[in-house]
């Protein structure tokens, strides 16, 4: 792999031993604090409120037929998964500055960028959530407009930061070489973590999937930033990969909680942000394979309701609940998805590590 033509500094160094370690950390303290977390949703009555209506404005019957048991399961468990993960980066910056370590998370040129991201998103989702859970609005949740203003004003500033503050202005074709973009690089910046955010909170529909799919994702990047250097970024990977871990723990079927918009907006475009500072945007489709699937799925059902009369290509979108109503059930359409995600993933690692 050639090094990175870029401005991203790629000291200090961490070691393996130590990325493993912030990833084991996250993971115990997530496990650790999920009861207590859970008992505070249940208690406060955080719970999961089934859809109204499609984004079209239909009854989602099929939706409905599968789904009305989760009603009021604790949801927003994406603000234990981004709160530990600023906790961990906290505590390294603790152990650093009092010399248990050497370098701690929270680097500038490596770490800043994804955890603005992180944080900005997650409260974007997390009042989000709170809307949809206290039924504010005719529709639950934030009207589109406002929340895809929120999306635009949050991925245009890290644009500008990466544009004029970082001099990104290509893209990395695998196997082709660099191709100059110039100002483009702003709006197809914008349109990446816009879409990649998106795209996972559409996944976020069945128990452990979106978690599932997170976990191999990050952990891919992370071997992509650590082959270029950035050890820093991967061990920032890793946590978040660990503290994902954590969380799937309890999600998987039957899930005790749920990610919500708070977890799915949050992580989706910090996927987004790391792959855009290793430069590897079109690395990312195939490491989110899944995702991108997912949110296409949506895509060609609304066209083809809005441009057919009404009619259908998929018994319902996203593209999971579709295998749902094929009876294969959510376990099952979990797994394979997975099983997909990770045939995929492997291919992105090889394609990234050989561009």
């Given at each position: 792999?050639?090094?990175?033509?870029?401005?991203?500094?790629?000291?200090?160094?961490?070691?393996?031993?130590?990325?493993?370690?912030?990833?084991?950390?996250?993971?115990?303290?997530?496990?650790?604090?999920?009861?207590?977390?859970?008992?505070?949703?249940?208690?406060?009555?955080?719970?999961?409120?089934?859809?109204?209506?499609?984004?079209?404005?239909?009854?989602?019957?099929?939706?409905?037929?599968?789904?009305?048991?989760?009603?009021?399961?604790?949801?927003?468990?994406?603000?234990?998964?981004?709160?530990?993960?600023?906790?961990?980066?906290?505590?390294?910056?603790?152990?650093?500055?009092?010399?248990?370590?050497?370098?701690?998370?929270?680097?500038?040129?490596?770490?800043?960028?994804?955890?603005?991201?992180?944080?900005?998103?997650?409260?974007?989702?997390?009042?989000?959530?709170?809307?949809?859970?206290r039924?504010?609005?005719?529709?639950?949740?934030?009207d589109?407009?406002?929340?895809?203003?929120?999306?635009?004003?949050?991925?245009?500033?890290?644009?500008?930061?990466?544009s004029?503050?970082?001099?990104?202005?290509?893209?990395?074709?695998?196997?082709?070489?660099?191709?100059?973009?110039?100002?483009?690089?702003?709006?197809?910046?914008?349109?990446?973590?816009?879409?990649?955010?998106?795209?996972?909170?559409?996944?976020?529909?069945?128990?452990?999937?979106a978690?599932?799919?997170?976990?191999?994702?990050?952990?891919?990047f992370?071997?992509?930033?650590?082959?270029?250097?950035?050890?820093?970024?991967?061990?920032?990977?890793?946590?978040?990969?660990?503290?994902?871990?954590?969380?799937?723990?309890?999600?998987?079927?039957?899930?005790?909680?749920?990610?919500?918009?708070?977890?799915?907006?949050?992580?989706g475009?910090?996927?987004?942000?790391?792959?855009?500072?290793?430069?590897?945007?079109l690395?990312?489709?195939?490491?989110?394979?899944?995702?991108?699937?997912?949110?296409?799925?949506?895509?060609?059902?609304?066209?083809?309701?809005?441009?057919?009369?009404?009619?259908?290509?998929?018994?319902?979108?996203?593209?999971?609940?579709?295998?749902?109503?094929?009876?294969?059930?959510?376990?099952?359409?979990?797994?394979?998805?997975?099983?997909?995600?990770?045939?995929?993933?492997?291919?992105?690692?090889?394609?990234?590590?050989?561009?």
């Open positions: 792999m050639d090094p990175l033509p870029l401005t991203l500094p790629v000291r200090p160094d961490i070691p393996l031993f130590g990325i493993l370690a912030y990833a084991l950390f996250a993971f115990v303290f997530v496990l650790a604090l999920t009861p207590r977390f859970v008992d505070f949703l249940r208690r406060n009555k955080v719970g999961k409120q089934l859809r109204v209506e499609t984004i079209d404005g239909r009854d989602p019957t099929i939706f409905r037929t599968y789904h009305q048991a989760k009603s009021g399961t604790p949801t927003m468990g994406g603000i234990l998964i981004w709160g530990s993960i600023l906790c961990t980066v906290i505590l390294s910056r603790l152990l650093a500055y009092f010399g248990v370590i050497e370098h701690s998370l929270l680097q500038r040129g490596q770490v800043y960028l994804p955890l603005a991201i992180l944080l900005s998103l997650g409260v974007l989702g997390g009042l989000d959530d709170y809307l949809n859970i039924g504010v609005g005719k529709k639950r949740g934030l589109a407009l406002p929340k895809i203003l929120s999306l635009l004003a949050i991925s245009l500033a890290g644009a500008l930061w990466f004029f503050k970082l001099g990104y202005d290509s893209i990395s074709i695998p196997y082709v070489g660099d191709w100059y973009v110039g100002l483009w690089y702003i709006p197809i910046f914008m349109f990446i973590l816009v879409g990649t955010a998106n795209a996972v909170n559409f996944t976020d529909g069945l128990d452990g999937l978690g599932g799919l997170l976990m191999i994702a990050f952990a891919s992370g071997v992509l930033a650590y082959a270029e250097g950035l050890s820093v970024l991967a061990a920032f990977s890793a946590v978040c990969m660990g503290a994902t871990a954590a969380f799937l723990w309890h999600n998987v079927p039957p899930a005790i909680f749920f990610m919500g918009d708070t977890g799915a907006l949050a992580l475009g910090v996927l987004a942000v790391m792959a855009m500072m290793i430069d590897q945007a690395t990312l489709p195939l490491i989110g394979f899944v995702f991108v699937i997912e949110m296409l799925s949506v895509i060609i059902q609304l066209t083809s309701k809005k441009l057919r009369g009404g009619k259908k290509v998929f018994r319902a979108a996203p593209i999971h609940h579709h295998c749902q109503a094929l009876e294969w059930g959510e376990s099952k359409v979990t797994m394979r998805l997975w099983i997909v995600g990770l045939i995929a993933a492997l291919i992105g690692i090889i394609v990234g590590l050989g561009a």
